[in-house]
Protein backbone atom coordinates (compact mmCIF):
# COMPACT_ATOMS: atom_id res chain seq x y z
CA UNK A 1 0.00 0.00 0.00
CA UNK A 2 1.50 3.88 -0.96
CA UNK A 3 1.53 6.25 1.36
CA UNK A 4 -0.86 8.98 1.37
CA UNK A 5 0.15 12.24 2.76
CA UNK A 6 -2.24 14.31 4.68
CA UNK A 7 -2.37 17.83 5.96
CA UNK A 8 -1.22 18.14 9.98
CA UNK A 9 -5.04 19.76 11.31
CA UNK A 10 -6.50 16.90 8.59
CA UNK A 11 -4.53 13.87 10.55
CA UNK A 12 -4.77 15.29 13.97
CA UNK A 13 -8.72 15.22 13.34
CA UNK A 14 -8.64 12.05 11.65
CA UNK A 15 -6.93 10.73 14.42
CA UNK A 16 -9.80 12.08 17.00
CA UNK A 17 -11.88 10.28 14.57
CA UNK A 18 -10.71 6.98 14.86
CA UNK A 19 -10.62 6.98 18.62
CA UNK A 20 -14.37 7.92 18.60
CA UNK A 21 -14.81 5.12 16.39
CA UNK A 22 -12.82 2.38 18.56
CA UNK A 23 -14.89 4.11 21.52
CA UNK A 24 -18.71 4.25 20.19
CA UNK A 25 -17.71 0.69 18.34
CA UNK A 26 -19.34 1.78 15.74
CA UNK A 27 -19.21 4.95 12.64
CA UNK A 28 -22.72 6.20 13.27
CA UNK A 29 -21.28 6.34 17.11
CA UNK A 30 -18.58 8.65 16.51
CA UNK A 31 -20.29 10.41 13.98
CA UNK A 32 -22.87 11.50 16.90
CA UNK A 33 -20.43 11.79 19.10
CA UNK A 34 -18.27 14.43 17.10
CA UNK A 35 -21.20 15.91 15.66
CA UNK A 36 -20.24 15.18 12.01
CA UNK A 37 -22.11 12.69 8.95
CA UNK A 38 -21.42 9.14 8.52
CA UNK A 39 -19.73 9.82 5.00
CA UNK A 40 -17.34 11.99 6.96
CA UNK A 41 -16.38 9.75 9.56
CA UNK A 42 -16.13 6.61 7.29
CA UNK A 43 -14.09 9.40 4.62
CA UNK A 44 -11.32 10.41 7.57
CA UNK A 45 -10.79 6.68 8.24
CA UNK A 46 -9.92 5.95 4.57
CA UNK A 47 -7.74 9.06 4.67
CA UNK A 48 -5.88 7.71 7.66
CA UNK A 49 -5.53 4.31 6.75
CA UNK A 50 -4.46 5.67 3.15
CA UNK A 51 -1.61 7.96 5.41
CA UNK A 52 -0.04 4.96 7.15
CA UNK A 53 0.04 2.43 4.53
CA UNK A 54 -1.69 0.14 6.67
CA UNK A 55 -5.41 -1.27 7.57
CA UNK A 56 -6.29 -0.25 11.46
CA UNK A 57 -9.78 -1.40 11.06
CA UNK A 58 -11.48 -5.24 9.93
CA UNK A 59 -14.98 -4.23 9.51
CA UNK A 60 -18.43 -6.37 8.37
CA UNK A 61 -22.06 -5.83 8.63
CA UNK A 62 -22.15 -6.96 12.11
CA UNK A 63 -18.53 -6.12 13.65
CA UNK A 64 -15.30 -4.05 13.71
CA UNK A 65 -12.36 -4.79 14.92
CA UNK A 66 -8.92 -3.83 15.43
CA UNK A 67 -5.95 -4.86 13.07
CA UNK A 68 -2.76 -5.34 14.64
CA UNK A 69 -1.98 -1.71 13.35
CA UNK A 70 -4.93 -0.43 14.29
CA UNK A 71 -4.32 -1.66 18.10
CA UNK A 72 -0.29 0.24 17.93
CA UNK A 73 -1.60 3.37 16.60
CA UNK A 74 -4.79 3.06 18.94
CA UNK A 75 -2.46 3.84 21.58
CA UNK A 76 0.14 6.49 19.74
CA UNK A 77 -2.94 8.64 18.84
CA UNK A 78 -4.08 8.74 22.24
CA UNK A 79 -1.33 9.77 24.12
CA UNK A 80 -0.37 12.33 21.10
CA UNK A 81 -4.33 13.66 21.77
CA UNK A 82 -3.86 13.86 25.27
CA UNK A 83 -0.88 15.22 24.81
CA UNK A 84 -2.45 18.20 22.69
CA UNK A 85 -4.84 18.39 25.12
CA UNK A 86 -2.89 19.21 28.02
CA UNK A 87 -0.84 21.97 25.95
CA UNK A 88 -4.25 23.52 25.23
CA UNK A 89 -5.44 23.44 28.73
CA UNK A 90 -1.71 24.82 29.90
CA UNK A 91 -2.31 27.75 27.66
CA UNK A 92 -5.68 28.49 28.82
CA UNK A 93 -4.08 28.14 32.64
CA UNK A 94 -1.75 30.94 32.06
CA UNK A 95 -4.22 33.28 30.00
CA UNK A 96 -6.14 32.79 33.14
CA UNK A 97 -3.90 32.48 36.08
CA UNK A 98 -3.25 36.37 38.12
CA UNK A 99 0.39 36.37 38.02
CA UNK A 100 3.45 37.90 36.38
CA UNK A 101 4.92 41.12 35.49
CA UNK A 102 2.74 44.00 34.63
CA UNK A 103 4.17 47.31 32.78
CA UNK A 104 2.29 50.70 33.21
CA UNK A 105 2.99 53.98 32.49
CA UNK A 106 1.35 57.28 33.29
CA UNK A 107 2.77 61.13 33.81
CA UNK A 108 4.43 62.67 36.50
CA UNK A 109 2.51 63.51 39.30
CA UNK A 110 -0.17 61.12 38.91
CA UNK A 111 0.17 59.53 41.73
CA UNK A 112 -2.03 61.84 43.01
CA UNK A 113 -4.95 60.60 41.14
CA UNK A 114 -5.59 57.89 43.73
CA UNK A 115 -3.78 55.26 41.48
CA UNK A 116 -1.12 54.15 44.11
CA UNK A 117 -3.62 53.22 46.89
CA UNK A 118 -5.47 51.17 44.20
CA UNK A 119 -2.31 49.63 42.83
CA UNK A 120 -1.38 48.72 46.46
CA UNK A 121 -4.47 47.07 47.36
CA UNK A 122 -4.22 45.18 44.00
CA UNK A 123 -0.69 43.75 44.66
CA UNK A 124 -1.97 42.75 48.11
CA UNK A 125 -4.56 40.70 46.65
CA UNK A 126 -2.32 39.28 44.40
CA UNK A 127 0.92 38.61 45.63
CA UNK A 128 1.87 36.65 42.07
CA UNK A 129 2.11 39.71 40.26
CA UNK A 130 5.05 42.27 40.11
CA UNK A 131 4.48 45.47 38.74
CA UNK A 132 7.16 48.28 37.23
CA UNK A 133 5.41 51.93 36.75
CA UNK A 134 6.93 54.23 34.52
CA UNK A 135 6.07 57.79 35.16
CA UNK A 136 6.91 59.87 32.39
CA UNK A 137 5.68 62.46 30.08
CA UNK A 138 5.32 61.50 26.81
CA UNK A 139 3.66 59.57 24.84
CA UNK A 140 4.76 56.32 25.19
CA UNK A 141 4.41 53.86 22.37
CA UNK A 142 2.77 50.51 24.16
CA UNK A 143 3.88 47.82 21.81
CA UNK A 144 7.25 48.64 21.10
CA UNK A 145 8.07 49.82 24.51
CA UNK A 146 6.31 46.76 26.35
CA UNK A 147 3.96 48.60 28.08
CA UNK A 148 0.64 46.69 29.14
CA UNK A 149 -1.23 49.42 30.20
CA UNK A 150 -0.85 53.33 30.04
CA UNK A 151 -2.69 55.85 31.94
CA UNK A 152 -3.76 59.36 29.49
CA UNK A 153 -5.03 62.31 30.16
CA UNK A 154 -7.19 64.60 27.70
CA UNK A 155 -8.36 63.62 24.08
CA UNK A 156 -6.94 60.39 22.60
CA UNK A 157 -6.39 60.41 18.82
CA UNK A 158 -7.82 56.91 17.05
CA UNK A 159 -5.54 53.98 17.13
CA UNK A 160 -6.17 49.85 17.74
CA UNK A 161 -6.04 50.89 21.48
CA UNK A 162 -8.60 50.48 24.07
CA UNK A 163 -9.56 53.13 26.05
CA UNK A 164 -11.45 52.68 29.37
CA UNK A 165 -12.88 56.40 31.29
CA UNK A 166 -11.38 56.70 34.22
CA UNK A 167 -12.11 59.90 35.31
CA UNK A 168 -12.03 63.61 34.92
CA UNK A 169 -9.41 66.57 36.33
CA UNK A 170 -9.88 70.03 35.81
CA UNK A 171 -6.96 72.68 35.34
CA UNK A 172 -6.93 75.57 37.60
CA UNK A 173 -5.10 79.21 37.33
CA UNK A 174 -4.17 80.01 40.93
CA UNK A 175 -2.73 82.26 42.75
CA UNK A 176 -1.49 83.19 46.48
CA UNK A 177 -3.88 85.71 48.08
CA UNK A 178 -0.41 88.12 49.19
CA UNK A 179 0.28 87.90 45.47
CA UNK A 180 -2.93 89.31 44.44
CA UNK A 181 -2.61 91.90 46.92
CA UNK A 182 0.33 92.78 45.63
CA UNK A 183 -0.22 92.47 41.99
CA UNK A 184 -4.05 92.26 41.51
CA UNK A 185 -6.07 89.94 40.13
CA UNK A 186 -5.72 89.48 36.03
CA UNK A 187 -9.32 89.83 34.16
CA UNK A 188 -8.04 87.88 31.00
CA UNK A 189 -5.84 85.56 30.74
CA UNK A 190 -4.22 88.19 27.97
CA UNK A 191 -3.78 90.22 30.71
CA UNK A 192 -1.19 87.16 32.27
CA UNK A 193 1.87 88.40 29.79
CA UNK A 194 2.02 91.54 32.59
CA UNK A 195 2.12 89.08 35.37
CA UNK A 196 4.82 86.88 37.15
CA UNK A 197 3.65 83.29 36.23
CA UNK A 198 5.37 80.21 37.04
CA UNK A 199 5.63 77.28 34.49
CA UNK A 200 5.56 73.87 34.43
CA UNK A 201 7.53 73.05 31.99
CA UNK A 202 7.55 69.00 32.72
CA UNK A 203 4.72 68.88 30.47
CA UNK A 204 5.06 69.48 26.63
CA UNK A 205 1.49 70.57 27.11
CA UNK A 206 2.05 73.29 29.54
CA UNK A 207 4.47 75.68 27.51
CA UNK A 208 1.10 77.44 26.82
CA UNK A 209 -1.35 78.11 28.90
CA UNK A 210 -4.76 77.08 27.42
CA UNK A 211 -8.30 79.02 28.76
CA UNK A 212 -11.79 78.79 27.07
CA UNK A 213 -13.57 82.00 26.14
CA UNK A 214 -16.98 81.82 24.39
CA UNK A 215 -16.59 78.02 23.99
CA UNK A 216 -14.25 78.53 22.18
CA UNK A 217 -10.24 77.05 23.06
CA UNK A 218 -7.41 79.46 22.90
CA UNK A 219 -3.35 79.47 23.82
CA UNK A 220 -1.59 81.88 25.12
CA UNK A 221 2.66 82.15 25.58
CA UNK A 222 3.21 82.97 29.35
CA UNK A 223 6.31 84.54 30.61
CA UNK A 224 7.89 82.23 32.91
CA UNK A 225 8.99 84.22 35.35
CA UNK A 226 9.74 80.97 37.22
CA UNK A 227 10.27 77.45 35.43
CA UNK A 228 10.13 74.18 37.10
CA UNK A 229 9.78 70.61 36.04
CA UNK A 230 7.64 69.12 39.12
CA UNK A 231 3.91 70.44 38.84
CA UNK A 232 4.35 70.00 43.23
CA UNK A 233 7.18 72.52 43.18
CA UNK A 234 5.29 75.64 40.43
CA UNK A 235 2.37 74.44 43.44
CA UNK A 236 4.77 75.06 46.19
CA UNK A 237 6.08 78.60 44.67
CA UNK A 238 2.59 79.90 43.65
CA UNK A 239 1.48 79.35 47.41
CA UNK A 240 4.86 81.32 48.29
CA UNK A 241 3.30 84.18 47.04
CA UNK A 242 5.43 84.01 44.08
CA UNK A 243 3.11 84.16 40.65
CA UNK A 244 0.33 82.52 39.14
CA UNK A 245 0.36 78.71 38.00
CA UNK A 246 -2.15 76.63 35.60
CA UNK A 247 -1.99 73.46 37.32
CA UNK A 248 -4.45 70.06 37.49
CA UNK A 249 -6.87 70.36 40.70
CA UNK A 250 -5.63 67.78 42.57
CA UNK A 251 -1.97 68.65 42.50
CA UNK A 252 -3.14 72.36 44.25
CA UNK A 253 -6.40 71.33 46.25
CA UNK A 254 -4.70 71.21 49.67
CA UNK A 255 -3.39 74.85 48.85
CA UNK A 256 -6.87 75.38 47.80
CA UNK A 257 -8.56 73.66 51.01
CA UNK A 258 -5.67 75.95 52.94
CA UNK A 259 -6.55 79.10 51.38
CA UNK A 260 -3.00 79.56 50.73
CA UNK A 261 -4.25 79.42 47.00
CA UNK A 262 -7.59 80.55 45.47
CA UNK A 263 -8.47 80.43 41.75
CA UNK A 264 -8.36 82.77 39.27
CA UNK A 265 -10.13 83.84 36.07
CA UNK A 266 -12.88 80.59 36.87
CA UNK A 267 -14.52 81.90 33.87
CA UNK A 268 -11.84 80.85 31.25
CA UNK A 269 -11.37 77.49 32.98
CA UNK A 270 -11.54 74.45 30.25
CA UNK A 271 -13.65 71.99 30.23
CA UNK A 272 -12.23 68.93 32.69
CA UNK A 273 -9.89 66.72 30.80
CA UNK A 274 -10.73 62.93 30.60
CA UNK A 275 -8.36 60.47 32.13
CA UNK A 276 -8.52 57.11 30.25
CA UNK A 277 -6.54 53.54 30.51
CA UNK A 278 -5.12 52.72 27.93
CA UNK A 279 -4.37 49.26 26.68
CA UNK A 280 -3.39 47.16 22.87
CA UNK A 281 -6.79 45.89 21.19
CA UNK A 282 -5.68 42.17 21.41
CA UNK A 283 -8.02 39.06 22.64
CA UNK A 284 -4.88 37.55 23.89
CA UNK A 285 -4.34 40.43 26.48
CA UNK A 286 -3.29 38.89 29.90
CA UNK A 287 -5.24 37.83 32.78
CA UNK A 288 -3.28 40.09 35.32
CA UNK A 289 -3.77 43.40 32.99
CA UNK A 290 -7.43 42.65 32.65
CA UNK A 291 -7.97 41.90 36.34
CA UNK A 292 -5.96 45.43 37.13
CA UNK A 293 -7.98 47.52 34.55
CA UNK A 294 -10.73 45.77 35.84
CA UNK A 295 -9.52 46.85 39.83
CA UNK A 296 -8.97 50.61 38.85
CA UNK A 297 -12.29 51.17 37.56
CA UNK A 298 -14.33 49.72 40.88
CA UNK A 299 -11.56 51.96 42.34
CA UNK A 300 -12.11 55.12 40.27
CA UNK A 301 -12.57 58.66 41.39
CA UNK A 302 -15.54 59.56 40.02
CA UNK A 303 -14.25 62.66 39.35
CA UNK A 304 -10.90 65.04 40.01
CA UNK A 305 -12.50 68.38 38.96
CA UNK A 306 -13.55 69.53 41.99
Known amino acids: ?22 AQRSFSGAAKTLGIVNSAVSRQITELEKHYGCQLLVRSTRSMNLTPEGHHFLAEFEAILSRLDQLEQGAIDRRSAIAGRIRISSPL ?36 EGVDLAIRVGDLPDSGLVARPYATVSIDFVA ?40 QEHQIRVPGTLEVNQGELAAQFAADGLGIAQLPRFMVAPYLDSGRLVSVLESYRLPPFPISLIYPANRTTS ?3 RALVDHLLQHKPETLAL
Open 287 to 289: APV
Open 109 to 144: HSAQLGLQPALSHFLSDHPEVSLSWLLVNRQVNLVE
Open 176 to 215: SPDYLARYGAPEHPKSLSQHRCIVDNSNPQLTRWRYQEAG
Open 1 to 22: MTFHIMRKMDLLNAMRTFVAVV
